[in-house]
């Protein structure tokens, strides 16, 4: 990954604690943060952002993380 500085990482997960925790960590240490909630949400965001990392829970409602991961790797503008 490049510099904190400059970096977008992108989390989905459905806890709201497990989001919190890793906002304020990431946050702390200068990345640039978007959420999702679900995987159907991470999806859609990966439509016009492509960030430099994604931290994916992988049991989540509706699509889970292992699906979710799956579609991503199937994405034209995702490396």
Do not use: H, W
């Amino acid at each position: 990954m490049s510099d904190s500085k400059s970096s977008l990482v992108l989390i989905v997960d459905d806890n709201p604690n497990n989001i919190k925790v890793l906002f304020d960590i990431l946050k702390s240490a200068g990345y640039r943060v978007l959420l999702a909630q679900d995987g159907e949400a991470a999806l859609e965001t990966l439509e016009s952002v492509t960030p430099d990392a994604i931290l994916l829970d992988v049991m989540m409602p509706g699509i889970d993380g292992f699906e979710t991961c799956r579609r991503i790797k199937q994405m034209p503008n995702v490396e």
